[in-house]
């Protein structure tokens, strides 16, 4: 494996290997920026047949490969897509038939039996169904969200559907399900949210952040107020929930999961849609989620991240039916073909904060349809 320590030490001893006078020959900077120090071999000329640099490459002239070079690889600022107002959000259904009583033989160490998960923006979308795959896994759950309303409806949708699944059970043995508002960009209204959650379930166990969104300008006229909205619900809410859980669990000396909702944007550059902040946030997530794992580590609080790659929500479906030539070229450069589903989450954020994943922490899970490998 490549160590950065044996690459520095290696260059130190080159360094100090060096006769004297070469090495005070050379000027300061060689020691500041040593390993992006490129001498000029020679004076630059206008006509690049007479460069010699450009003479000894192999690099193909400009359109040369014709007018689609690099047409599938780029940002397009035209490319513009339109995101209803929060009014106008189109709810997310609880999914049919995933959650009832099976008699398939599995391993234990997946439930989620006896645990409070709680999941940010969990009334719609990703966090929904991500939320119903908890509760079907025998976790209660918290659902908090900006939007109050919907919430308190997905709450009860999830408690309808899991009794339509599991008929004849007894009241005793129903989930606990309940709705939170919180901004959870706002260190306050997180605040009071967790209080809430704690009044009301008594204890956490587990977090899922998929409180999140994004939207689409070109980086030079991103307007900078929306850019920081942007930060302050990807990354802020995300960073504001996972120390407000992680505080409880250490005062209660609990073991606990947290799950956070990253995207595959933040390790590729999506096409053709520019949203340069975004697929950053996205990063800072994903780092985010390594850091305090080995912060919290000792604590026995795991922390791991989902990059979903494109997903078909409600939100995500009315965008591309819409946009029926942006579906065709997402679904072009998916491995799978096809984007994925809301369900395909659930059997993965189960999986990263049940038993069944005890020794895995900072790990990066990504349901991607293998997007990001190619
Ligand atoms: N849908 C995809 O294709 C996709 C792909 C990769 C990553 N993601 C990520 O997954 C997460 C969920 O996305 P989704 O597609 O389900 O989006 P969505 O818009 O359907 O759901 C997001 C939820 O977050 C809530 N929310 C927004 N701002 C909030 C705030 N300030 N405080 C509290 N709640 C807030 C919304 O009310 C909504 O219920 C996001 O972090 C998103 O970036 C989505």
Redesign the pocket.
Known sequence: MFKPTVARNSFKALNTARPAAFAASRPAAAFTRPLSYTPALHKKSNDPSKDPIEAATTRAPEGASGEHEGQFARTDESVHIEYPP?SE?PA?PVVQGRGGKHFKRTLAQFSLEKKVSMV?????????VMGQGLVASGSDLAI????RD??VTAAQSLIDQFRKENPGIEDTDMPTVTAHY?????PD?VNAALTEVLEKHGQIDNLV??????ENFDAINYPFDRMQKLW???VD?TYLFAIGVAKHLMERKAPGSIVM?????GAIVNVPQPQAP?NAA?AAVRHLAASLAVEWAGHDIRVNCI??????????RKILDENPQLRDKWTSLIPAGK??T?EDLMGAVTFLLSDASKYITGAELRVDGGYTVT
């Open positions: 929060d959000m997310q940010t923006g969990g009334a719609r979308g990703l966090g929904l908090v969200d900006l939007n919907e919430a919180a901004d959870v960009a706002n209204s952040t998929s409180a999140g969104f994004t302050g619900v990807n809410g909702i990253g995207s595959m944007s975004y996205k990059s979903p790659g494109y997903m078909l929500t409600a939100l995500t984007m994925g809301p």
